[in-house]
């Protein structure tokens, strides 16, 4: 079973893979019909936790590397990436108030580590 089914079935929720290496868990649902768009300002709350495969009872997490707040535009219109890649991906298609944990793939997140 593949850790997207495990992690689905453990916590009976549902996850959507936006591409391979970019898992979202939807953990509280927001508001559906307000989602960012190019060029809104957006906040994001955060915690980083290695990967840990032997951790499936706790979605997966290792140690914790990072936490705090990151407050970057959406598409910055400059062609700047000011989000990891993972983010710029699964954060347009969040709603407003939603809380995921995002799955990233070392090319998605901040590298290999």
Known sequence: MSIQGELDSLYDMQ????????????LEKGDAVIKPQPEDIVEVEYTG???????????????QFATGKA???IGN?????LFM????????KMALGQKSM?????????DER
């Open 15 to 26: 996850s959507t893979m936006h591409k391979p290496g970019v898992l979202d868990i939807v």
């Open 49 to 63: 936790w290695l990967f840990d495969r032997t951790q499936h009872a706790n979605y997966y997490k290792g140690k």
């Open 71 to 73: 407050v970057n535009v």
């Open 77 to 81: 219109p400059n062609g700047e990436k």
């Open 85 to 92: 890649k993972g983010w710029e991906i699964a954060i347009p």
């Open 102 to 110: 995002l799955l990233l793939a070392s090319n998605y997140a901040y």
